[in-house]
């Protein structure tokens, strides 16, 4: 079945500065990649999903990027604010499309 | 807003007790999940209803009971439940179960005396 490998597991930045966080996946036969911010005591929300049929995606300070031959999905987060610091998790659907298999995680602190 | 919404937030319970966990969602959404998420952890999927059938069960003790009673509710029923079994769950829902993104209630914090 599908694993997922996150790194790095915690992440200290400035702010105003950029943080990147790498995640691999095994099966290439997903298709879909989501990531998932969760803030201390709260729900994980979406934040950007990237499907196989495209190779980066924006939203604003937020980019991800998809390699497949690689088996690699990155999340780019520019221009950091206090605000984005949270615990981060990507995420591959499995094969089948009904199983979302989450990487262990990311805690992003951002520096004031 | 929270689209998915879930009761109770907090629940204490004994190891004898039964209790239920209930989810909503009005998004018109055809898949269900429940999740288990221990502190530092990711979540951890429990079931999954497609079309209000279960469709996924990962090996969950039996002490974890769920129920589907109409596309917008997901209820989960709770019995002789063990200290290593107090976590967050939480409830989500998708479009439907292909490749969906997951919208996920605030949960209820559980802990087992």
């Known amino acids: 079945g599908e694993n997922v490998e996150q790194h790095p597991s915690t992440l200290s930045v400035q702010e105003g500065d950029s943080a990147v966080i790498k995640c691999t996946y095994s099966d290439s036969a997903s298709n879909y990649f989501p990531w998932y911010k969760q803030e201390l005591g709260k729900r994980p929300q979406l934040i950007i999903d990237?499907?196989?049929?495209?190779g980066e995606k924006k939203d604003q300070r937020i980019a991800v990027t998809l390699n497949k031959t690689a088996k690699h999905f990155s999340l780019h987060i520019t221009e950091t604010q206090p605000e984005d610091s949270a615990v981060y998790f990507c995420a591959a659907m499995d094969t089948g499309g009904f199983k979302t298999i989450f990487g262990a995680g990311t805690r992003l602190f951002v520096k004031a | 807003d929270t689209e998915v919404t879930q009761t109770p937030k907090h629940l204490v319970m004994g190891m004898t007790n039964k209790k239920s966990l209930k989810c909503e969602q009005h998004m018109g959404h055809r898949a269900m999940y429940w999740y288990k998420q221990k502190a530092k952890k990711p979540p951890e999927l429990m079931f999954v209803?497609?079309?209000?059938?279960?469709?996924i069960n990962e090996s969950v003790p039996s002490r974890f009971s769920p129920e589907c009673p109409n596309s917008s509710l997901l209820n989960l029923h709770l019995h002789a439940l063990q200290p290593e079994d107090s976590a967050l769950y939480l409830c989500?829902?998708?479009?439907?179960?292909?490749?969906?993104?997951?919208?996920f209630g605030d949960g209820t914090r559980l802990s087992i005396l």
């Open positions: 209803y497609s079309y209000e059938k279960l469709s």
């Open positions: 989500a829902s998708s479009q439907d179960t292909i490749n969906q993104p997951q919208h």
């Open positions: 990237i499907r196989s049929n495209v």
